[in-house]
């Protein structure tokens, strides 16, 4: 696979002389030299491009919210973006314009609304009862930084502490500031004389709405009264505090310090603690004080109404632990379990049975959110066995190198893959239903079997199921098993080429209807897979090492006509070229000492055991030659009905017979062209410089800087000056113009020469020169003599010239068409056959798809080539160009696929400027030019691919897979197919104070709040404090089918829930009634009087 630079784009390409006027005038004069029309049905109107969906982990994340009525899990990260999760199946991806990272989430419990706070001292209401929520309200602070949100549950009046340590109070409904503050002055003892610093919580007393406990970073907790406007107790601690909770009681709290403490302090007894824990503190003897530990970040308090409380926190470690895990610890009686995570803990939730605070909590799971994963621990089950996680989290397990996207693959595929998957899977999870199960699923519009491959840094290969815009790990491959692996680095064989990762995945190419797949790593490894359901044991692994080497002894080349001999054995398209042992060999250095004929990996010499799923057939691996390294494979290419595989780099091309297990091919590229290189050159040998690694293949941590040499994509046209590009790489240009790689490969069935006249099978390779050379493909009957006679190849001699690198080469009939490269179906090869089966198998052809010999001869196909700068449609046999499209001038295009929609073809190209391209077939016509995203970093231009159906991906992120369509149609439908987050549930109903707690005064103080923060009591807030921005989700509400009744609705029900006073239970409930039915009833005629006179545009 090519490598890309991202510096290409601003390395100052000038643009070329002709003008796209004379082009098009060039193209009308061929358009008239057609022998026949093709009628083509694609229009603009066909596409537009949108984004779907993203799958993944959220890359970066920092906060972390859950609604424990609707079952919905919010997580923020630091790039400002927004992940909802509810069932499986149930995603949302939403952004912050602004890009700031979430610093708090705040769910609206059950009202379909969640608040979210920046970095940048922002908050934001978002509107999740719409398909695609929306932010209704912003509200920027000014003059104070944003440190910790509290919005008690069916309260609509939200709290904001900040940096300075005062609290504002934020109406949630209008999203403007009550004029009630907090100060920190006011809150902190007169007589302290230092600032107690940025408020680290704020939370009200379960059992006394009125009360606000308020915990300040440097160690200081007050109790306010809100009614009062004073301090009630004061609670002060020399360690700085990191969290605080409540018992569900209201009579005991308790605080997480950094020195790895736990304090739990009686409400009415604020001169010291009543308990102090150091969880992971060794205790001293002689009553010493235990050794302090590190910052317990977070603690939870969690009550149960049959045993002792669940105390749960992160952190805490003492700092003799070098090197271990980060923990989560559970304390639950006299019991404490450590349980060890794989990354950083961001934040922790325990989800608990009720949403009141003041009643029995009833934990039974605890969501952790860790830097790269999300874990769920069951709290009900001995040992705390985690959930097993439905959502496809998994992507970046390993650092994803490359990726495939295939649309409309056959429909026996994802069954049989899952079915081998479903063996891979590990036990031990817990036994209940995942409890993140909130939202409905959208409407199922696609029917059509979609599939993923994403490949990785460590040699690892998944295939995922992408259907109906859901996605789920369907199996996975470990390719790196095949090789001894080193022990440490010191064991390491000195023969890499790369200083890590030496199984990275670089290119994959697989066949859907054979179920053949092949790989090229980044270790100059070549390995071929057959899809078999039994389980086989292979004694000795098929290998094959190839030398491809490109080295002319500096000799001048008379004029291009001639090429000298090469003076090296094994450049040739001799088939003794290769080394024949099915092992590594031994001889690892030439006679001057130099490492020579050794492969680049070890491949096992021991059995090995291949489960259902993907086996090996075969291993090639290229060699040292001389001291000189093999260079990494550029292009990749398999097909099943010929039992080929083709691949090739920088030095020259390869073709091997995997069914016979030899290698047909081996040339350098100048040799491809025989006595018609059209180029002056003086080659050189490879450049004796070791590989660094992967080549910014793996950049989870996003800085990778990609080595110049190796990504530039070389010279366009070395003859047209105009194309040339910059380079300042150390390489000469000389050298770099007789580096030409092989970049892309096409087997089929089609016309070889112009005087051909019916289509036999061949290969066509495409260069980084930008030339099409064609070879030609002789192979014997099928059946057994397929194993015994050779395959013949020979160069045609048939050369076509474009500008750029060739990236893509497809096929068309007679009727504009796409005809696919011949396959074979698959079959299972690991079960004895009988005869008659054998004589079957003796008369089968394979599937090829070339036009019927009572077609007419002249024009019968034709090719479909596209470059970094242009696509050609060229005529077959005659081998007129009778279409050609400038795709671009100053930027050159990355990826370019020939892909089916409704049912007819087009090019789709992505370019290095950002613009996502559309071209009809064959003519070429321009039908989508939009600027979608600038080539920001080497993860996109390795990732980016189109497929059938209008669609298309790239890994947005280094956990995150973005898909998106150019389809109209799927455009038009994505509505219906995205889930809901929002459903209508009933708030489950309120503790029962008892008999006797009503008559004494006891259990739950409600507090009128609008009476105490509205604007007739607490007057206005200062307009300079805080600027109210609206959102921009008014209209998209209306769109979104979320109506302003129901809206108008909730807000009336949650102003309801705050000012109805409880008089006791029967008067309570029957004026909650009357009054709910009252107010439903007068803003339904509101609404219905707002809106009855408007037409739908003026919503």
Known sequence: ????????????????????????????????????????????????????????????????????????????????????????????????????????????????????????????????????????????????????????????????????????????????????????????????????????????????????????????????????????????????????????????????????????????????????????????????????????????????????????????????????????????????????????????????????????????????????????????????????????????????????????????????????????????????????????????????????????????????????????????????????KSRNKDDRPNTDIVDEDPYAIQIISWCPESRMLCIAGVSAHVIIYRFSKQEVTAEVIPMLEVRLLYEINDVETPDGDQVPPLPTPGTGSNPQSIVPQSHPSTSSSSSDG????????????????????????????????????????????????????????????????????????????????????????????????????????????????????????PTSDVKDNSFSRSRSSSVTSIDKESREAISALHFCETFTRKADTSPSPCLWVGTTLGTVLVIVLNLPPGGEQRLLQPVIVSPSGTILRLKGAILRMAFLDTTGSLVPPAHEPWREHNVPEDKDEKDKLKKRRPVSVSPSSSQEISENQYAVICSEKQAKVISLPSQNCIYKQNITETSFVLRGDIVALSNSICLACFCANGHIMTFSLPSLRPLLDVYYLPLTNMRIARTFCFTNNGQALYLVSPTEIQRLTYSQEICENLQEMLGELFTPVETPEAPNRGFFKGLFGGGAQSLDREELFGESASGKASRSLAQHIPGPGGIEGVKGAASGVVGELARARLALDERGQKLGELEEKTAAMLYSADSFSKHAHEMMLKYKDKKWYQF
């Open 1 to 484: 696979m090519r490598k890309f630079n991202i510096r290409k784009v601003l390395d100052g390409l000038t643009a070329v002389s002709s003008s796209a006027s004379a082009s098009a005038a060039a193209q009308q004069q061929q358009a008239g030299n057609r022998e026949s029309e093709i009628q083509e049905t694609l229009q603009s109107e066909h596409f537009q491009l949108c984004k779907t969906v993203r799958h993944g982990f959220p890359y970066q994340p920092s906060a972390l919210a859950f609604d424990p009525v609707q079952k919905i899990l919010a997580i923020g990260t630091q790039t400002g973006a927004l992940r909802l999760f509810g069932r499986p199946g149930v995603e949302c991806y939403c952004q912050h314009d602004s890009g700031a990272a979430v610093i708090q989430l705040q769910f609206l419990i059950n009202e379909g609304a969640l608040v979210s706070a920046l970095a940048d001292d922002t908050l934001h209401l978002w509107n999740l009862r719409q398909k695609r929520p929306a932010i209704l309200h912003s509200l920027k602070f000014n003059r104070e930084r944003i440190t910790f949100c509290h919005l008690p549950f069916q309260s609509k009046w939200l709290y904001v502490g900040t940096e300075r340590g005062n609290i504002h109070i934020v109406n949630v409904e209008s999203f403007t500031l009550s004029g009630y503050v907090i100060m920190w002055n006011k809150a902190i003892e007169l007589s302290s004389k230092s600032h107690p610093g940025p408020i680290v919580h704020i939370s009200d007393n379960p059992m006394d709405e009125g009360k606000l406990l308020i915990g300040f970073e440097s160690g200081t907790v007050v109790l306010w009264d809100l009614k009062s406007k004073k301090a009630d107790y004061r609670y002060t601690h020399d360690e700085a505090i990191h969290s605080v909770a409540w018992h569900h009681e209201g009579k005991q709290f308790i605080c997480s310090h950094s020195d790895g403490t736990l304090t739990i302090w009686n409400v009415k007894s604020p001169t010291k603690p009543f308990q102090t824990i150091t969880p992971h503190g060794k205790q001293l003897k002689d009553g010493k004080k235990p050794e302090p530990c590190k910052p317990i970040l977070k603690v939870e308090y969690k009550t149960t109404r049959a045993g002792e409380p669940f105390i749960i926190l992160s952190g805490g470690l003492s700092y003799d632990t070098v090197g271990r895990r980060p923990c989560l610890t559970v304390m639950h009686g006299k019991s404490t379990a450590v349980l060890e995570m794989d990354y950083s803990i961001v934040d922790f939730l325990t989800l608990c049975e009720t949403p009141y605070p003041n009643d029995f909590q009833e934990p039974y799971a605890v969501v952790v959110l860790l830097e790269k994963d999300l874990v769920l621990i069951d709290l009900a089950q001995n040992g705390y066995p985690i959930f097993e996680n439905p959502y496809p989290l998994t992507i970046h397990e390993s650092p994803v190198t490359c990726c495939e996207y295939f649309a409309d693959c056959p429909v026996d595929l994802i069954p049989a893959l899952y079915s081998v998957g479903a063996r891979q899977k590990r036990q031990g999870y817990s036994k209940k239903e995942w409890p993140i199960s909130g939202g409905n699923w959208g409407l199922i519009t696609q029917s059509y079997p979609e599939i993923i491959i994403t490949g990785h840094a460590d040699g690892s290969i998944k295939f995922w199921d992408a259907s109906a815009i859901t996605l789920q790990v369907l199996y996975k491959l470990k390719t790196a098993k095949v090789f001894e």
């Open 594 to 713: 130099l490492r020579d004929n050794v492969p680049c990996l070890k491949v096992k010499n021991s059995p090995l055991k291949q489960s259902p799923g993907y086996q090996i057939e075969l291993v090639i691996q290229l060699v040292w030659v001389s001291g000189e390294p093999p260079q990494q494979i550029t292009s990749l290419a398999v097909n099943s009905a010929y039992g080929l595989v083709v691949f090739g780099n920088s030095n020259g091309i390869a073709m091997v017979d995997y069914l016979q297990k030899t290698v047909l091919l081996n040339l350098g590229t100048i040799e491809l062209y025989g006595s018609n290189d059209p180029y002056r050159r003086e080659p050189r040998s490879p450049r004796k410089t070791r590989q660094p690694s992967g080549a910014g293949l793996c950049d989870i941590n996003e800085g990778t800087v990609v080595p110049e040499d190796r990504c530039k994509s």
